[in-house]
């Protein structure tokens, strides 16, 4: 087993910072220092001496403790570095549903390779992580074959040896449009980042149901003309009636816009935000369509600890795609006419 010598009567006997100090012929407390990065070891036996802790595949205390008991307890979070009130509320209700099986939770917005680095010093037993449209690294699929439990990738990606959960986001945009659609609009915009998925789902919606399309109803924000792109396209004779917004980080600075031109929500514009999560800010109940936090977070879980561990007939790595949820509320009215 990693990290762990066996001594004649067969007992498992961890590798400590003593057999470390022997090794390289130097004192236990020289090792403790160097092992912490501490000041007073010189940068040669520093180095040597991290060599040969990974040499000999020493293991801190707490990990090594961890380790004898086998007691699966730790699951750590890799979370991008986004602001907004999805991931605060998906990252909530994972430490939630984390508690009510009795397991503990670290964090990390740290790079994915150095999270994953320290969730493998501490024997972590479960990962998910979040990074949709990430390419691994070098340094993250070394640190990943050292990894000893079990990883589940959330939002988009896959790799080899992990649990998926991808999100129909192709499907939340399409039936946005058929919401809009069924209350008579036939004006729809399309305003956030761009999205090749979200995009593919606006289009499939407009295209379906044959609506008025217009290439000036596409808005995306990091379009250095996208506030004048936004002006132009409410104060033309063509303006839309309804607009569904990509996500509530986009939802800042649309509501900002739409505040400068006196356009009120709902009585001027239907708005359907994408994120099933509600914002104190806005003043109405906002109409939204997206994954379900608390199945995203549920169904994390029965993976990692069920499905995933191997029982039954079904394959080793579990590959599933959660589908959206529109929730009509008081932001998406039926078209009135202009």
């Known amino acids: 087993m990693l990290g762990v010598k066996y001594d004649d009567e067969g007992r498992d006997g961890l590798v400590t910072i003593k057999d470390i100090a022997k090794a390289a012929g130097v004192t236990y407390v020289t090792v403790s220092r160097a092992l912490n990065d501490e000041p007073g070891v010189g940068e040669k036996t520093r180095q040597k001496i991290k060599e040969l802790a990974e040499e000999m595949n020493y293991i801190p205390s707490l990990a090594a403790k961890k380790l004898v008991q086998r007691q699966p307890d730790t699951v750590g979070l890799i979370w991008p570095r986004i602001k907004g009130m999805f991931f605060f509320d998906l990252s909530f209700e994972l ?16 790079k994915p390779e150095e999270a994953l680095r ?3 010093q501490y024997f972590v037993d479960y990962v998910i992580f979040w990074r949709p449209g990430w390419s691994p690294t070098l340094e993250f699929l070394q640190e990943k074959e050292r990894f000893r439990g079990e ?12 649990h998926s959960i991808t999100i129909d986001r192709v499907g939340a945009f399409r039936d946005a449009v058929r919401h809009l659609a069924g209350l008579g609009h036939n004006k729809i915009a399309l305003v956030g980042l761009p999205d090749l998925d979200k995009h593919n789902g606006y289009m499939q919606g407009m295209l379906e149901l044959k ?21 132009d396209m409410m104060n033309g004779d063509n303006r839309p009636t309804a607009i569904i917004v990509d996500c509530h ?20 514009l239907s708005m359907v935000v994408y994120d099933d999560t509600q914002l104190q800010f806005f003043d109405i109940p906002l109409t939204t369509v997206g994954p379900s936090i608390a199945e995203l977070a549920t169904r994390s879980f029965e993976i990692l600890t069920g499905a995933g561990a191997g029982e039954g007939d079904g394959p080793r790595w579990v590959e599933e795609e959660i589908k959206s949820k529109l929730t009509p509320r008081s932001s998406t009215i039926p078209y009135k006419g202009l």
Not at 211 to 231: E, F, G, N, R, S
């Open 95 to 110: 430490q939630e549903e984390a508690a009510r099986r009795g397991l503990n939770v670290i964090l990390s917005m740290a």
């Open 118 to 120: 320290t969730f493998n």
């Open 151 to 162: 990883m589940l990738l959330l939002g988009g990606w896959r790799t080899d040896k992990a």
């Open 211 to 231: 609506l008025d399309y217009c290439p000036d109803y596409v808005v995306t924000i990091d379009d250095p003309a996208y506030k004048q792109k936004m002006h």
């Open 249 to 268: 980080g986009t939802l800042h600075q649309v509501s900002g816009e739409l505040r400068k031109l006196n356009i009120r929500i709902p009585n001027d």
